[in-house]
């Protein structure tokens, strides 16, 4: 069974520019949810979906959003970037019974906001 | 925001030796789940341990959980050069909510 996949990988934008990443979940996973890492705040939670529908959401500015497609695939948004926006974008899945069970992380994005 | 620390930050041992680190969390679980990342790769899922139970091991891998004290240890034994890696514990909360709060990390580094 493939893995989830993440595009891009890389990526350099400049402030003020808008970015959209994309995550494919393992086949069969639900759930989608989304972290960002950076070296000052760590791992953390921005949003789950499920079912094309945003069930969970972290502690993030408007500017950062999701969707998620009929075929569990997700995209995340972040609109007027900022410097403090560079970080390791990581999508996990999972198949979404009960309580946060196992996630199965992709190999992230990097974004530079230069 | 995090949900706990992580000690300690960092730890050097020799191959052959065995890894414990610690976490520690503020709020009450559902459960708590272990991940290892390479060099600011993916996350790899270790283990999860429930509320309700103590210790569990997998392979070279034993984890230990005192929700009394809210704290859980990992433990690496007969540690390789491939288990350099940074290590996280993540929580979920006792809440429903869907979400893992992870702690700041331990990077293991093992040398050969």
């Known amino acids: 069974k493939a893995g989830v996949t993440q595009t891009p990988r890389y990526l350099i934008k400049t402030r003020g520019q808008q970015v959209t990443l994309s995550c494919s979940p393992i086949?069969?996973?639900?759930?989608v949810s989304w972290y960002q890492q950076t070296p000052g705040q760590g791992l953390q939670f921005l949003f789950e979906y499920f079912s094309e529908t945003q069930r969970n959401k972290g502690n993030f500015p408007g500017r950062f959003s999701g969707r998620q497609f009929s075929n569990s695939r997700s995209e995340m948004n972040v609109s007027t970037l900022e410097l403090g926006d560079s970080a390791l974008y990581l999508c996990?899945?999972?198949?979404?019974?009960?309580?946060?069970?196992?996630?199965?992380f992709g190999p992230g994005t990097r974004l530079l906001v230069l | 925001s995090q949900q706990g620390e992580e000690d300690p930050q960092a730890l050097s041992i020799q191959e052959g030796e065995n890894a414990t680190m610690n976490c520690s969390y503020k709020t009450s679980i559902n459960n708590l789940q272990w991940y290892r990342q390479n060099s600011g790769r993916g996350l790899v899922h270790l283990i999860l341990?429930?509320?309700?139970?103590r210790e569990k091991h997998s392979g070279r891998l034993r984890v230990t959980l005192d929700t009394s004290k809210k704290s859980s240890s990992l433990l690496i034994t007969a540690s390789r050069a491939a288990d350099t890696a940074s290590y996280f514990c993540?929580?979920?909360?006792?809440?429903?909510?869907?979400?893992?709060?992870f702690g700041s990390g331990t990077r293991l580094q093992v040398q050969p």
């Open positions: 341990i429930r509320s309700n139970e």
């Open positions: 993540a929580t979920v909360m006792d809440t429903g909510r869907r979400a893992l709060t």
């Open positions: 086949s069969g996973h639900r759930s």
């Open positions: 996990a899945s999972s198949l979404a019974l009960g309580k946060m069970e196992t996630q199965y």
